[in-house]
């Protein structure tokens, strides 16, 4: 099968490539009228433009999405629930209404190409055995697809009080071993800032933490040592990252997080 007018468009850029996946990026929107041509040009020019995820499959290891995220298959491919069983049905329900993900998430096997929907996010790719310590722990509704190898399980924070006031769920959506995870990111990876623990401590102020290694103990605590101290700071209450691994923060919090690719809207 070929496959034309697609990666090879001189309109679309191979911005990043790991495992499976390629995430393409739109350099211009040409199918804007004539009212919505300027906003689609300055769009373009602040880096604001239409990224996919293509997927390569080849027979053996399947591809696991965000459900509702496929755009189009093109080959031989087959989408199952990804479900083994009662019992995996069950812990699959219990981790969906936890973490706010898709409880029954669609596997893709077999050979061919798989793309999925365009978002104005960013993507990243990970392999979180090679580059976060094994396993890692993702804020609420950036997973968008990972190799059927990655495990996933919803981990609790180690305070419930996390839950009301550090901006966080009480639980979160852990991936574990080898293979490849792509994320939807407010933030390019260029502006993500990594920081490596080493026994130390990581306080945030606010909820700006994309992923962490799965290791690292979370919890939600005054900025200061009393309640007038953490008042006087006008910081409140901080999350606070402790022990060894790594932690992606990004500097600031993405103005077009919840675009709707399809429509453009804000």
């Known amino acids: 099968m070929r496959i034309y007018n697609f990666t090879d468009n001189d309109d679309v850029a191979i911005v990043a490539r790991q495992g499976p996946f390629q995430v393409i990026e739109w350099k211009r929107d040409l199918s804007v009228d004539y009212g919505g041509a300027a906003g689609a040009y300055f769009a373009s020019e602040m880096n604001v433009r239409r990224r996919q995820v293509v997927c390569t499959l080849d027979g053996k290891t399947g591809i ?133 623990l080493e026994n130390d401590e990581l306080k945030i102020d606010g909820n700006f933490a994309i992923a962490w290694t799965s290791g690292l103990q979370f919890t939600v605590e005054r900025s200061g040592k009393t309640l007038i101290g953490s008042a006087a700071s006008g910081e409140g209450l901080v999350n606070v990252y402790r022990g060894v691994g790594r932690v992606l923060l990004a500097p600031v919090s993405g103005p077009t997080f919840n675009i709707n690719a399809g429509t453009g809207t804000v």
């Open 64 to 196: 696991t999405v965000q459900a509702g995220a496929m755009q189009w298959t093109a080959g031989h491919i087959q989408a199952t629930t990804g479900v083994k069983g009662v019992g995996d049905f069950i812990g699959k329900m219990a981790r969906g209404a936890v973490t706010k993900e898709s409880a029954v998430k669609p596997e893709y096997q077999g050979i061919g190409t798989l793309v999925l929907e365009p978002t104005y996010r960013h993507i990243l790719l990970i392999d979180p055995a090679a580059q976060m310590g094994g396993s890692m722990t993702v804020n609420d509704g950036l997973f968008y697809a990972c190799e059927s190898t990655v495990r996933q399980r919803a981990v609790m924070v180690s305070r419930p009080s996390a839950m009301v006031a550090g901006g966080e769920g009480l639980f979160n959506l852990a991936l574990e071993g080898q293979g490849t995870v792509a994320l939807e990111s407010p933030v390019p990876a260029s502006e993500l800032i990594t920081v490596d």
